[in-house]
């Protein structure tokens, strides 16, 4: 009899809890979608504030405007933790073209890559060698290369479904490619747009020199895949035809800025950390409202909405807006850092950085026996038509906490249209659907909210 009783006990229990979670979720997204800030703080971002790359004005008004918000939710506390960054300025817009015959050019837009050092004054103007890759590049060598402005023209391919794959695999032409083109003698790099879509805007992005010395830096600018195309036609039409092309960027000594960061303790264990992200700067050419101001919003909204509904939760759920993930990811290292100094623990690291679209699911990076319980979790997703529960990378800014015992996420969202935005002019607040932004939150909150109930097994 008494058996019975505990086990009608445990069953009622049982019970309750699943119907208390589908509850649970129900009330956040219901909240998320009738009462959620994600938008508004979204519009203010994009609108008053507007591109934040690291080191600028607008940057550090990010910082004071995400404070101030964070500080307004009654949070138990709020801070912003320094670190050094980068500063590189695009100084003067940039101006290109191609030349046919002598004075029959056809002006192309261009865009300077972050880090890119400047051309000379004048410009410079010279042949065109095209090449799909820099294995292609180094086949042709000095002898074709010398002297000669190289153009990297692989387009994303578009088979892939997931299109990170894509950009995965074309991006080096735009992070290594002035550095092996340097060594074959030419004088500049041009690279198209890492963009599954033809149009007319150049997206910009990060590229790296390596080690070499300022004096070996070779200018390196994107060109839109309209105008890739047209350049690749013009050159089997005439290979000898000419380019142009001149850039003011300049980088600067590097500068302070912060990491913006609230949390609310932990009820039972305040010492387990959650910690959920986005990255607050942006490139400077749109406003940065998918790259990744919908991230930090949606961010924020997980706190927001566990105030709004009244959740305690048992562990410490930390919000960290990281400052500089584009051009060196300092805010990340420097959150890591400090984490491990202050000998934190975290055990869940969840990450928004792929724009503000309908949310399908999420990647994970860690720990088999924590990704079998998620799994166990993937049904109380799926009326919100979110089921994408697969191992893989999580997010640039929370990788540098990753180690044996910490489970790592991305939310992943669809990624169809993130590269006609990403790192481009068009990156903008009307290309951010409020509902689609609202879902986004609303799935990293239900996610936060098991993770914190229930705990992810660290092995
Ligand atoms: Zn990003």
């Known amino acids: 009899m008494i ?6 006990i445990l069953l009622v229990q049982l019970g309750y809890s699943q119907s208390t979670d589908e509850e649970q979720l129900g009330k956040i997204y219901k909240t998320a979608l009738t009462q959620g800030k994600s938008y508004d703080w979204l519009n203010y971002l994009s609108n008053q504030i507007g591109g934040r790359l690291s080191g600028s004005i607008q940057a550090q008004q990010a910082v004071d405007y995400t404070k101030q918000e964070l500080d307004s939710l009654g949070l138990d506390r709020v801070w912003l933790q320094p670190v050094m960054v980068p500063k590189w300025v695009r100084g003067t817009p940039e101006f290109a073209y191609f030349e046919t015959s002598p004075g029959v050019t056809t002006d192309v837009p261009i865009v300077a890559l972050g880090g890119s050092v400047a051309t000379p004054p004048k410009g410079i103007k010279a042949e065109v060698v095209e090449v799909k890759s820099i294995e292609e590049l180094a086949k042709l060598g000095t002898e074709k290369i010398q002297g000669k402005i190289v153009f990297f023209n692989r387009p994303m391919d578009p088979t892939q479904i997931n299109t990170f794959a894509a950009y995965s695999g074309c991006v080096d032409q735009r992070y290594a490619g002035a550095k092996e083109a340097f060594k074959y003698g030419a004088l500049g790099v041009i690279v198209r747009s890492m963009n599954l879509r033809l149009d007319d805007y150049p997206h910009t992005g990060s590229m790296s020199y390596g080690d070499l010395p300022v004096s070996e830096r070779i200018p390196a600018a994107a060109i839109s895949t309209n105008s890739a195309e047209l350049l690749s036609t013009a050159l089997k039409l005439n290979p000898k035809i000419q380019f142009y092309f001149k850039q003011n960027c300049k980088q600067f000594d590097d500068v302070k800025s912060y990491n913006v960061i609230g949390e609310i303790k932990g009820s039972t ?7 959920v992200g986005g990255h607050l700067d942006s490139w400077d050419l749109g406003d940065g409202s ?20 009244n959740y305690k939760p048992k562990r410490t759920i930390r919000v960290v807006l990281f400052m500089n993930e584009e051009n060196g990811l300092r805010g990340g290292k420097e959150y890591a850092k400090v984490a491990k100094n202050n000998q934190e623990k975290h055990i869940f690291g969840l990450e928004s950085d792929a724009g503000g679209f309908t949310p399908r699911g999420f990647s994970f990076d860690g720990p088999d026996a924590a990704f079998d319980q998620i799994l166990g979790w993937r049904e109380l997703f799926e009326p919100y038509l979110v089921h994408m529960f697969e191992k893989g990378g999580s997010g640039a800014d929370i990788g540098p906490l990753k180690n044996d015992e910490v489970m790592l996420a991305g939310l992943r969202p669809d990624s169809q249209r993130y590269f006609d935005y990403h790192h481009a002019e068009n990156d903008t607040f009307e290309h951010v659907n409020k509902r689609e932004l609202e879902l986004g939150a609303a799935t990293m909150t239900a996610l936060v909210y098991l993770v914190d109930k229930y705990g992810v097994p660290a092995q």
């Open 290 to 309: 998918h790259d990744d101001g919908a991230g930090c919003v949606q961010s924020m909204e997980v706190l927001h909405l566990f105030k709004k509904l």
């Open 3 to 8: 058996r019975l009783v505990v086990l009608c």
């Open 269 to 275: 264990h305040p010492d387990e950390i959650i910690v």
